[in-house]
C-alpha cells in the first residue's frame, strides 16, 4: 500500500505505454496516486487521468517556471472552478524556480501569491515547488498566511532549518528520488529527523527516478524505492514507512475523515 503523492503521468514521456506504466505501479503495491497539472497544457490531461482511474486524484496549478504566460483574467478563475471538482484535491504545483531564467522572480511571486490566495479560498492544500528559493518561498507563505492550509514542500531539497520552518507552517514534506541519491547526506538527515507524520514519498515521475535508476524515465512503481530507502533510513521495515505515509497522504489531502492539524 503505497501513496505516490507527486506524478505527472499524463507527460508525453508515457504517450506510447501510459496503460503498461499505471499497470506496473497497481503491482508495485501503489495503490493512490496525485497527479499533478502545472498549465493550460497539463491541467485537463492531469483531470482526464482523475476522472479515468479511481486511484488517481488531480491537482492544479500555475508553475513557476511559466509564471510569465499566466493571464490573471482568464487562468485565475478556471483554476479556481476547477477547485470545485469532486477529484481535485490540492493547488499546485506553485512556488518559486531560480534555476530557470523564463520567469523574472518579481512576475514568479505575483503568481505564487496569487495560488496561496486561491487556495486559501478554496480550503486546498498547496503542492510547493522550490528551486533555490528556500528563502523566498517561507517569506511569502509567511505573509501570505499559508499556515491556514499548509500542504506538501514538493520534491524536498535542503537542510534541517528549511525543513522545520515549513513543518512549523504546517506542512509535509515530500521525498522522492533525490533521497536515495549517494551524495544526499543531508537530505537523509532530514528524513530521519522529520515527524513521522509529515512524512510522504513521491516519484515526480517521469523525473528525478531514484538510484539504481538514476538519469531514466521515472514511474509511479519507483515510488517503492523510495519508500525502502525511507524505511531504512528510519530504522522501519516498507510495511510500516508504507503504511504510514499512505495514511498522512490522505490526511494532507483531506482523503481521510480525519481533519488535517
Known amino acids: 500500500m503505497l501513496f505516490d503523492t507527486h506524478a505527472h503521468l499524463d507527460s508525453r514521456k508515457f504517450a506510447h505505454d501510459r496503460e503498461e506504466v499505471i499497470a506496473r505501479a497497481l503491482e508495485a503495491g501503489v495503490t ?15 483531470l ?16 513557476p517556471v511559466d509564471a510569465v504566460d499566466f493571464r490573471p483574467d482568464e487562468d485565475l478563475p478556471w483554476i479556481e472552478s476547477l477547485l470545485k471538482h469532486p477529484r481535485v484535491v490540492a493547488v499546485g504545483e506553485v512556488g518559486l524556480d531560480y534555476h530557470w531564467d523564463k520567469s523574472p522572480k518579481e512576475t514568479q511571486f505575483a503568481v505564487f501569491r496569487e495560488m496561496i490566495r486561491l487556495a486559501k479560498r478554496a480550503r486546498k492544500p498547496l503542492v510547493i515547488h522550490n528551486r533555490n528559493a528556500h528563502e523566498d518561498i517561507v517569506r511569502i507563505l509567511r505573509e501570505e498566511g499559508a499556515s491556514e492550509i499548509g500542504g506538501v514542500m514538493h520534491c524536498f531539497s535542503g537542510g534541517w532549518d528549511y525543513a522545520k520552518a515549513c513543518l512549523d507552517m504546517n506542512f509535509y514534506l515530500g521525498f522522492g528520488g533525490p533521497v536515495t541519491f549517494r551524495n544526499a547526506g543531508e537530505l537523509r538527515e532530514v528524513a530521519a529527523k522529520a515527524p513521522e507524520d509529515r512524512l510522504l514519498v513521491e516519484t515526480d515521475a517521469p523525473y528525478l527516478a531514484p538510484h ?48 488535517r492539524s
Open 32 to 46: 493512490r496516486i496525485v497527479n499533478v497539472g502545472f498549465d493550460r497544457e497539463t491541467i485537463p490531461t492531469t
Open 48 to 63: 482526464e487521468l482523475a476522472e479515468r482511474y479511481d486511484f488517481i486524484w488531480a491537482a492544479v496549478g500555475w508553475h
Open 212 to 259: 539504481p535508476h538514476r538519469g531514466k524515465r521515472n514511474e509511479p512503481a519507483m515510488v517503492r524505492l523510495v519508500a525502502e530507502k525511507a524505511a531504512e533510513i528510519r530504522g522501519l521495515d516498507l510495511e510500516e514507512i508504507a503504511s504510514l505515509t499512505t495514511r498522512n497522504g490522505l490526511v494532507c489531502f483531506g482523503l481521510d475523515e480525519r481533519k
